[in-house]
T-cell receptor, first 113, second 112 residues
Framework: ETGVTQSPTHLIKTRGQQVTLRCSSQSGHNTVSWYQQALGQGPQFIFQYYREEENGRGNFPPRFSGLQFPNYSSELNVNALELDDSALYLC????????????FGPGTRLLVL | SQQGEEDPQALSIQEGENATMNCSYKTSINNLQWYRQNSGRGLVHLILIRSNEREKHSGRLRVTLDTSKKSSSLLITASRAADTASYFCATDAKNSNYQLIWGAGTKLIIKP
């Protein structure tokens, strides 16, 4: 167990809808990253938050947005869902001073119909 | 885009045998990590090797890093059925603020 939790575990949405995924990490984890993992592929970096501010972004459009809260929780929001957004979404958090090692939650599997 | 490429894409061996997986990457890195993923669930950190290290051991795991060839290998000795999983390498490129770039993974199957 990494101490990182995600909710919900599974989600089904239709094209055009909006979705919010949640992640909760441990006390002291001040960095959270979100990844998208398509079936059979490696994770793709979406963005990272450090002290509640975006600290880097991968090659994802602006309809992917996030928030990080003071209580070590974070959200990934996706607007105008597309079929290709169907994937496993993983959040990972890091300890202060040890950001190179990331602790992953179990993921949320999103299916867009 | 993917930074790393794992080789082979899939590997099936008998329990007790050794399993070797390789990873190649493209840019200069701070470190390289290996993770395991069971059945499309969360990723579990296995081992981290820094760019100034050449070899590292952890239990039945041995990782090597060749920065001149931009490649790494993961050796799992005396494999067990529980080692069945997908294995990914991830690189932390220089000046990247710890943003991990991943390969596509090697699917390892251990036959009892």
């Amino acid at each position: 167990e990494t101490g990182v939790t995600q909710s919900p575990t599974h989600l089904i949405k239709t094209r055009g809808q909006q979705v919010t995924l949640r992640c909760s990490s441990q006390s002291g984890h001040n960095t959270v990253s979100w990844y998208q993992q398509a079936l059979g592929q490696g994770p793709q970096f979406i963005f990272q938050y450090y002290r509640e501010e975006e600290n880097g972004r991968g090659n994802f459009p602006p309809r992917f947005s996030g928030l990080q809260f003071p209580n070590y929780s974070s959200e990934l929001n996706v607007n105008a869902l597309e079929l290709d957004d169907s994937a496993l979404y993983l959040c990972a958090s890091s300890l202060v001073g040890k950001q190179e090692t990331q602790y992953f939650g179990p993921g949320t599997r999103l299916l867009v119909l | 885009s993917q930074q790393g490429e794992e080789d082979p894409q899939a590997l099936s061996i008998q329990e007790g045998e050794n399993a070797t997986m390789n990873c190649s990457y493209k840019t200069s890195i701070n470190n390289l990590q290996w993770y395991r993923q069971n059945s499309g669930r969360g990723l579990v950190h296995l081992i981290l090797i820094r760019s100034n290290e050449r070899e590292k051991h952890s239990g039945r795991l041995r990782v090597t890093l060749d920065t001149s060839k931009k490649s790494s290998s993961l050796l799992i000795t005396a494999s067990r059925a529980a080692d069945t999983a997908s294995y990914f390498c991830a690189t932390d490129a220089k000046n990247s603020n710890y943003q991990l770039i991943w390969g596509a993974g090697t699917k390892l199957i251990i036959k009892p």
